[in-house]
């Protein structure tokens, strides 16, 4: 059976993709301080707070944004294609 997306709520998107940024940002930052600690390097504290933050709050705008431009293409071209298939025990 083929389906169809043609339409993707901006708001729903914008929130998931932005929370799973956070979750991804986090334990990069943390994996940044590790090299910079052994090298010596000073390490500002306040990027352990802004840098999720501001990964998070930019996943949600371009996540916005991307649902915009994908229902406006969508809306004329056709939305993502893709099939379904039931399986069986499931």
């Known amino acids: 059976m083929k389906t169809q997306v043609v339409s993707i709520s901006k708001l729903?998107?914008?929130?998931?993709?932005?929370l799973m940024y956070l979750?991804?940002?986090i334990?990069?930052?943390?994996l940044t301080m590790v090299p910079m600690r052994m090298s010596?390097?000073?390490?500002?504290w306040s990027m352990v707070i802004w840098l999720p933050v501001l990964y998070t709050a930019l996943g949600f705008v371009f996540?916005?944004?991307?649902?915009?431009?994908?229902?406006?293409?969508a809306?004329?071209?056709?939305?993502i294609e893709?099939?379904?298939a039931t399986i069986d025990g499931e």
């Not at 729903?12 to 932005?18: D, F, I, L």
């Not at 334990?27 to 943390?30: H, K, R, S, T």
């Not at 996540?63 to 293409?73: E, K, T």
């Not at 809306?75 to 939305?79: D, E, L, N, T």
């Open 82 to 84: 893709f099939r379904i």
């Open 40 to 44: 010596g390097q000073a390490f500002n």
């Open 12 to 18: 729903q998107t914008a929130k998931v993709m932005a």
């Open 27 to 30: 334990p990069m930052v943390l």
């Open 23 to 25: 979750v991804i940002s």
């Open 63 to 73: 996540s916005f944004l991307g649902a915009w431009i994908y229902n406006g293409i």
């Open 75 to 79: 809306a004329k071209v056709g939305g």
